[in-house]
């Protein structure tokens, strides 16, 4: 009989038990991340956020000291979810913002998909709080950055020792659409935006050309 504890880790994500949590996406702290591209990084939570916007997740944005000190979300982010409510707070760990573990609770979701800025502490700091209260938690890392590689690598270890769940923003979005026969799958993979996207659909396109 599988464990509590190893069920978390086998137990599929899917669009009725996720929500999805995205931290400090601020212009000001993108200023300062060197472990991954900007662009990638704007391309990556965009898309996170549209996918998970067309499966119908709940999503919870906040900010640090959004009138002080980081500045608010990046405008690509606002725009892909133009009606989101951002909870603006002074605390470092999201989670100790009592609005925030409501809000989460309210949606009645265990899965909690969290990406952020920076990776050491807007990530992993409501994630392994979010693991300590119950919840089933994945890091989106490459939808979330860090100011050097030693921070990244050390927010990562931190985590994985915590339980959370490290994986990608592609990944889990694949994983809750479940079936390429869905009538949402179109969508999801446009709003994946992959690399290999374009080649695919000259693929498609071409096979399902009569041959001539």
């Given amino acids: 009989m599988m464990t509590a504890a190893r069920n978390r880790y086998f137990e599929r994500l899917t669009r009725k038990n996720a929500a999805l949590l995205l931290v400090d996406h601020q212009i000001g702290l993108f200023t300062g991340i060197r472990d991954i591209d900007v662009a990638q990084l704007k391309h990556n939570v ?7 916007t067309t499966l119908g997740l709940p999503i919870i944005v906040t900010t640090t000291a959004s009138g002080s000190m980081w500045g608010p979300t ?8 133009p009606t989101a409510r951002i909870i603006d707070r002074s605390k470092v760990n ?26 050491e502490v807007s990530v992993a700091f409501p994630a392994i709080s979010a693991t300590a209260a119950g919840y089933d938690v994945y890091a989106a890392i490459d939808a979330s950055a860090t100011f050097s590689e030693t921070k990244r690598t050390t927010g990562i270890l931190r985590m994985v020792q915590a339980g959370v769940i490290v994986t990608d923003y592609a990944s889990i979005a694949v994983e809750m659409l479940n079936d390429n026969a869905d009538p949402k799958a179109a969508q999801l993979y446009a709003a994946l935006d992959l690399p290999y996207a374009a080649l695919v659909g000259q693929l498609s396109a071409a096979l399902a050309r009569p041959a001539a």
């Fill in 46 to 52: 965009v898309a996170l956020a549209k996918a998970a």
């Fill in 74 to 81: 990046i405008p690509e982010l606002k725009a892909a979810l």
């Fill in 94 to 119: 999201a989670w100790d913002e009592p609005r925030i573990p409501e809000v989460i609770a309210a949606t009645g979701r265990k899965k909690l998909i969290v990406a952020g800025v920076s990776t």
